[in-house]
């Protein structure tokens, strides 16, 4: 798993058009509120979205919400599910993106190799952004997966 601050490095269309919408939500401040995000403003974006939420004392994440194009991707839904309940290489790699988020209060984007539906592992592009009840600390992760932008440009 690899991870950049930068949106630059950034190859997918869809996680740069989360972007551009956090970005405008965000305004001034360092982060949008949960509130802010609206989901009939990004249809096309949905399948391909998670929300985590994020716990404190003792650190944890939840995944309220897992978009069908996720689910797909990882052969799995985890709706519902704390992120430790999951294998404990994801548990690694996912929270420690999580923390770095939470420390940063910034956007995290990067590549990880997940198994597909058919088994066979595929890269695949995401991001994490964060969202704010009280403006100061990270309490969910606004994320994106995209498994299909890097595969198209291996064809």
């Known amino acids: 798993m690899s991870y950049s601050f930068a949106i630059s490095a950034v190859r997918s269309e869809r996680i740069r058009d989360l972007y551009l919408y956090w970005m405008a939500?965000?305004?001034?401040?360092?982060?949008?509120?949960?509130?802010?995000i609206d989901a009939t403003e990004m249809r096309?974006?949905?399948?391909?979205?998670?929300?985590?939420?994020?716990?404190?004392?003792?650190?944890?994440?939840?995944?309220?919400?897992?978009?069908?194009?996720?689910?797909?991707?990882?052969?799995?839904?985890?709706?519902?599910?704390?992120?430790?309940?999951l294998d404990p290489e994801t548990d690694e790699d996912w929270g420690r993106c999580h923390r770095l988020v939470c420390v940063r209060r910034r956007p995290l984007?990067?590549?990880?190799?997940?198994?597909?539906a058919d088994w066979l592992p595929r890269v695949c592009e995401y991001g994490l952004l964060p969202l704010s009840e009280d403006g100061r600390c990270v309490t969910r992760c606004l994320g994106i997966a995209d498994f299909d932008s890097l595969m198209q440009r291996a064809a």
């Not at 360092?30 to 509130?35: D, L």
């Not at 979205?49 to 069908?68: N, W």
């Not at 984007?109 to 597909?116: A, D, I, K, N, P």
């Open 25 to 36: 939500r965000r305004g001034a401040k360092i982060m949008p509120s949960p509130a802010e």
């Open 44 to 85: 096309t974006l949905l399948p391909h979205l998670f929300i985590s939420e994020i716990g404190s004392d003792p650190f944890r994440v939840l995944y309220r919400l897992v978009g069908t194009g996720v689910a797909a991707g990882c052969n799995h839904d985890f709706t519902g599910r704390y992120l430790h309940e």
């Open 109 to 116: 984007f990067g590549r990880t190799s997940v198994r597909y």
